[in-house]
């Protein structure tokens, strides 16, 4: 399978704990997307973990600095985080395709919500000096 997950500078921050966490979540996608049939389970699981780690991270950043835009991004976390959790039940029943579908296009996902959600939580987070 094609690996199309890559950390660009085009998606830099400039708010370090965001930014690593975006890197990790990058990195964890291209090994979901590389895995053979054998290793997609481990890895999609490995995936899902830190995407539920970081979203729940950013959702407490939103919360605890009253982040103006909180409701629309923690739903955007929630919806991507629940399809995610599908693909697990899918690859238990043996239903690879739509998984490597899903991770075939969370990096596009990913890149488009980091411009319109992430790019405006990392300046409110440093107006917050919470770095």
């Not at 899902?48 to 605890?64: C, I, L, N, P, Y």
């Not at 976390?77 to 998984?99: A, D, F, K, S, T």
């Amino acid at each position: 399978m094609e690996n199309t997950a890559q950390w660009t500078t085009a998606l830099w921050l400039d708010f370090d704990p965001l930014d690593n966490m975006n890197r990790e979540l990058m990195a964890r996608l291209a090994q979901a997307q590389a895995a053979s049939d054998a290793e997609l389970p481990q890895a999609w699981a490995d995936l899902v973990a830190h995407v539920a780690m970081h979203f729940g991270q950013e959702d407490t950043w939103m919360r605890e600095t009253g982040h103006g835009r909180a409701d629309a991004h923690a739903l955007e976390h929630r919806v991507v985080l629940n399809l995610l959790r599908e693909g697990v039940g899918q690859i238990r029943q043996g239903e690879l395709e739509p998984v490597r579908q899903m991770a075939r296009e969370l990096g596009s996902w990913f890149a488009r919500h980091t411009h319109a959600f992430d790019a405006g939580l990392a300046l409110h987070l440093r107006r917050h000096s919470l770095s």
